[in-house]
T-cell receptor, first 113, second 117 residues
Framework: LAKTTQPISMDSYEGQEVNITCSHN???????ITWYQQFPSQGPRFIIQ???TKVTNEVASLFIPADRKSSTLSLPRVSLSDTAVYYC??????????????FGTGTKLQVIP | NAGVTQTPKFQVLKTGQSMTLQCAQD?????MYWYRQDPGMGLRLIYY???????DKGEVPNGYNVSRLNKREFSLRLESAAPSQTSVYFC????????????????FGPGTRLTVT
């Protein structure tokens, strides 16, 4: 399984753009990059997923360079409700149909008023 | 469409007691998972089931057993609870493996908070 490294914590003011970078040097060819958000006392929630280049949805953008050894989750104009832990996961489907991913310790984002 | 449901929400056990955590999903997903999350930590995979009738160990399987009762349900059993198993347990499901489904999204339940004294 590809190991991921991301900052333990980040602070940001409301209204700012936040970029969280994840390092995954030993990503495999078939691996996808997925980001989850977790609020206290809740299960993680899927944010975005990508394989290469840039992916954008209604809540975030995911930037993946050509070598795929890192990725950056971009949250535009954060609000207090974006205060949460953000997990970067790398993995794919193996022959048994299992989605092999590992949750690291995540990045705790604190949005400040 | 309830998604992933878990019961119970809270449980307190004494050391040595046994219990089963229940999980069900109504999204016709093939894959189901059990994770534990200790305070301030990320999630660690206990067991997973790639499809009905199959189960396999994850990162931290010791002290647990699982049953994939049918496509909807995946239960986790603690045969003899220990204080080290105090944690929040999350069940998840994923459509990965369904024909044409390339999403790696896992859908999580609300969790079960287990305390073993």
């Amino acid at each position: 399984l590809a190991k991921t490294t991301q900052p333990i914590s980040m602070d940001s003011y409301e209204g700012q753009e936040v970029n969280i970078t994840c390092s995954h040097n030993n990503i495999a060819t078939n691996d996808y990059i997925t980001w989850y958000q977790q609020f206290p006392s809740q299960g993680p929630r899927f944010i975005i997923q990508g394989y290469k280049t840039k992916v954008t949805n209604e809540v975030a953008s995911l930037f993946i360079p050509a070598d795929r050894k890192s990725s950056t989750l971009s949250l535009p104009r954060v609000s207090l409700s974006d205060t949460a832990v953000y997990y970067c996961l790398v993995g794919g489907i193996n022959s048994g149909g299992y989605q092999k991913v590992t949750f690291g310790t995540g990045t705790k984002l604190q949005v400040i008023p | 469409n309830a998604g992933v449901t878990q019961t119970p929400k809270f449980q307190v056990l004494k050391t040595g007691q046994s219990m089963t955590l229940q999980c069900a999903q109504d999204m016709n997903h093939n894959s189901m998972y059990w994770y534990r999350q200790d305070p301030g930590m990320g999630l660690r995979l206990i067991y997973y089931s790639a499809s009905e009738g199959t189960t396999d160990k994850g990162e931290v399987p010791n002290g647990y057993n699982v049953s994939r009762l049918n496509k909807r349900e995946f239960s986790l059993r603690l045969e003899s609870a220990a204080p080290s198993q105090t944690s929040v347990y999350f069940c998840a499901s994923s459509g990965a493996g369904l024909a044409g489904d390339l999403s790696y999204e896992q859908y999580f339940g609300p969790g079960t908070r287990l305390t073993v004294t």
